[in-house]
């Protein structure tokens, strides 16, 4: 599972879809400096080139700047020529590694009020002496549901002459000792850059595991070491494992992926009687519905929420765009998926009990997964590794496991706990097509390589199937997932026809950003790639840096006191739950949901005030102050979702 953040500080969590059409780029509709995605309209003017989103709400701007004195001039001269009026605050600069045959790229956020949600930014590229600038400006929530659109028209910006790697004609090197040398001291390298304390990770070359093992401690102030039986949380990386779950119920005909969901499960429905009623089994993983991410609702509810919620929250979620038009990622429909298979196994049984045992006995056991567990009390007892993140100070701290415990009720879409070692026997079955490391037939090659299928798109040469990604880089096929929860981050690749697969895992938010870097060192040492992925890494530490000092200048620690005096002390939100606002070792702190953390506050832009929560990790909830017919409120907002909490009388 990837959780969500309220606020720009999101960036530090690199947060990651069956024959429907995609988002893809309309044929020969390409401006120069920039490509058209399909039902955008395009206007071009001198050296300015400007997409904008079907809504009317959200452009992609490129404009040619020419010689500047650096980044931040040149952003400022590409505004003039798109929007002479606007009038934008500089919040965050960060270098960018440099991609796409730009000597320099440069990141350039802008200040924004939380009731504008509005996304407005800039990547500034320089070939030589001479500037190009990509302006992103609008609807928070029209760049969210159309995410896929933006990445492909930002990324189709290229510089002159640029002439990506192609290793489709190549054969890999196998992993020998001294290539899998490489990887361990990249791993250990990225480690120390970013601060992560602890990494597992696996290699799988020809259907053999040809290492394992663990680099760093399971918890900062303790020795022990991780090896490759750590277990860490997995998150989203146990969406793929539940889609094996229905591969193995179709092989034995309890279910087809062409049926009606509300066949199988009567009480399925979504917000929309249409996309009920269109909603098969396979696009239960798709991302590919309308429906729209809503996280928020499972991480402010109860803990003790039962599995069955799952369908509520499902039935009261509207579709924000038309069925199979856009990939968008619902945790709760992956959630759907995995409770679904588990009570067509064991229909006698509570849904959330079905599920674990059809997953522990029809894949953990058959794949020898034996440190492999959905039991928070198991998943951190012995030899687990501690989750960590940055303070507000952008101090490495270790962090209660608490708040990845609202995961539970939505476990199938990514509640697991694993290790290095059972992710490689995972691994190893996508690798070999269904067989299991001992060599009997766990599924059927049919189905296992129907997940597989190019849905929806995500990116450029990239597609979501059924709880997994099919990508191409490079010219090199990857099969792939990630997963995101507070202080964990990992993900597994596999490269099929390389025959090569890897496990990374790691405890630090901080490790989100080793994550593609690691995809990148697999193929420059399995093809002899030029040596990019360290240097991305390194730009992303400096980014780190720069967006923790930012963060921590726009807040008010320990908080304007006549603010927090004002606040009541609890709020609630019908359907969602309460906020209670309390004193704890002389801080004001906040409780809703799975977040406990002491306040801050914040002056916006605008002139309103937000509290937000600074306990450690990427996770931080904010909420606009506010009154409404008497009562006083707090709003949160994500991108396409508003949240009202109003005092409790």
């Not at 320089?126 to 159309?146: C, F, L, P, Y």
């Not at 990939?327 to 959630?335: G, P």
């Not at 059972?422 to 599924?443: F, I, K, T, W």
């Not at 980014?543 to 002390?569: C, K, S």
Request: charged fraction near 20%; charge should be negative.
């Amino acid at each position: 599972m990837s959780v969500p953040n309220m606020k720009t500080f999101a960036s530090v969590v690199a947060l990651m879809a069956a024959g429907i059409s995609s988002p893809a780029l309309a044929q020969g509709a390409e401006a120069p400096g920039i490509a058209q995605p399909e039902n955008w309209t395009l206007e071009q003017r001198d050296a300015l080139s400007v997409v904008t989103a079907p809504e009317g709400d959200l452009d992609i701007a490129v404009v040619e700047v020419g010689p500047a004195d650096d980044a931040l001039a040149a952003a400022a001269a590409a505004w003039r020529a798109y929007d002479p009026e606007a009038q934008r605050t500089v919040e965050l600069t960060t270098p960018a590694a440099s991609e796409n045959g730009w000597d320099q790229r440069v990141s350039i956020h802008y200040e924004t009020s939380p009731s504008e949600q509005a996304t407005v930014s800039a990547l500034a590229l320089r070939q030589g002496d001479e500037w190009t600038v990509v302006i992103v400006n609008g609807a928070q929530s029209t760049a969210n549901v159309r995410s896929a659109a933006v990445t492909l028209a930002r990324d189709s910006v290229q510089a002159d002459g640029y002439e990506p790697e192609d290793f489709s004609d190549q054969t890999a090197h196998r992993l020998t000792p001294e290539r899998i040398a490489m990887l361990r001291d990249f791993v250990a390298e990225a480690a120390e850059t970013l601060d992560v304390p602890g990494v597992g990770l696996a290699l799988i070359d020809q259907g053999e595991v040809v290492f394992e093992g663990g680099f760093g401690v399971r918890s900062l102030g303790e020795t022990a070491p991780v090896d490759a039986d750590t277990r860490f949380m997995i998150a989203s990386n146990t969406k793929g494992m539940s889609t094996l779950l229905l591969s193995i119920l179709v092989d034995r005909g309890e279910l087809d992926w062409d049926q009606q969901v509300v066949d199988l499960y009567p009480d399925f429905r979504l917000g929309s009687d249409s996309t009920t009623e269109s909603t098969l089994v396979r696009h239960l993983l798709c991302a590919c519905t309308g429906l729209p991410r809503k996280d928020w609702g499972f991480i402010l509810a109860d803990q003790d929420t039962p599995a069955s919620d799952v369908f509520r929250q499902l039935s009261e979620t509207q579709p924000t765009s038309e069925f199979g038009e856009l990939f968008q990622y619902n945790n709760n429909m992956a959630a759907a998926a995995g409770y679904v298979g588990g009570a067509l196994a064991y229909p006698d049984m509570e849904i959330g009990a079905a599920y674990d045992r059809a997953m522990d006995e029809l894949i953990f056991q058959p794949l020898d997964m034996t440190d492999t567990t959905f039991d928070f009390h198991a998943g951190e007892s012995g030899n687990w590794a501690q989750p960590h993140g940055l303070d507000v100070d952008g101090n490495q701290t270790v962090m209660s496991n608490h708040f990845n415990r609202s995961v539970y009720p939505y476990r199938p879409a990514g509640g697991a706990f694993s290790t290095a070692s059972d992710m490689a026997h995972y691994v190893q079955l996508e690798l070999s097509r269904g067989l299991a490391p001992d060599g009997e037939r766990l599924v059927s090659e049919e189905n296992l390589l129907a997940r597989r299928e190019p849905g929806v798109q995500v990116a450029e040469d990239v597609w979501y199937g059924m709880g997994l990604f099919n990508e191409e880089h490079w010219g090199v096929p990857v099969v792939t997932h990630g997963g995101t929860l507070l202080g964990y981050h990992s993900n597994w690749y596999a490269l099929p026809e390389a025959g090569v697969g890897a496990v990374i895992l790691t405890n630090a938010d901080t490790g989100a950003v080793m994550l593609r870097p690691f995809l990148r060192r697999l193929v420059e040492v399995l093809y002899d790639g030029h040596p990019e992925a360290m240097s991305q890494i390194e730009a992303s530490a400096a980014r780190l840096d720069a967006q923790t000092q930012v963060r921590r200048q726009g807040l008010d620690i320990p908080g304007d006191q006549a603010v927090l005096d004002g606040l009541a002390p609890a709020y609630e939100s019908p359907g969602i739950g309460t906020i209670t606002i309390f004193e704890n070792e002389g801080r004001t702190w906040i409780e809703a949901g799975s977040i406990r953390a002491p306040l801050a506050t914040r002056q916006n832009p605008d002139g309103t005030v937000s509290i937000v929560s600074v306990g450690p990790g990427a996770i931080s909830l904010e909420a606009e102050v506010g009154m409404e017919d008497g009562s006083r409120t707090l709003t949160l907002r994500d991108s396409q979702h508003v949240y009202l909490y109003t005092e409790t009388r």
